[in-house]
């Protein structure tokens, strides 16, 4: 079994810091959004991603599958009473010249066996989509 930890600290006003191995990453934990530190909604969509991109590069050594980068885009809807989201949705991107086939292979894989999106699929719905592009630059 696996064991993550953070230690979080806060300050009157919202100002919240986590430790992340060592490293203080600043937070919002203001009564109001603060748009300059993410606050748990952005970072619950940022474990989302970090999920998707960690299985793209896991599935790919395992499959293998090869390819040359991965962006993702990650949104959630909330609903306010009583207030929990409902609905994750992914894009995610890569480069690649793997046939269709094995990109829905990738993508079946990464749905399966994600550790955070599996979770959060117990709680909300999740959807996504694996899309392949010539290249990551917009």
Known sequence: MSRY???GTSQPGGRATLDLFGRALRVDAAADRDLVHPGPAELLCGALAACLLKNVERFSDMLPFEYDGARVHV???RQDSPPRFT???YRLELVTHEPER???LLHKNIRKYGTVSGTL????EVVGELVVEESLDD
């Open 5 to 7: 930890e953070v230690t």
């Open 75 to 77: 949104a959630a809807e």
């Open 102 to 104: 094995r990109v829905e």
């Open 121 to 124: 699929g117990l709680a909300a």
């Open 87 to 89: 609905r994750f949705t």
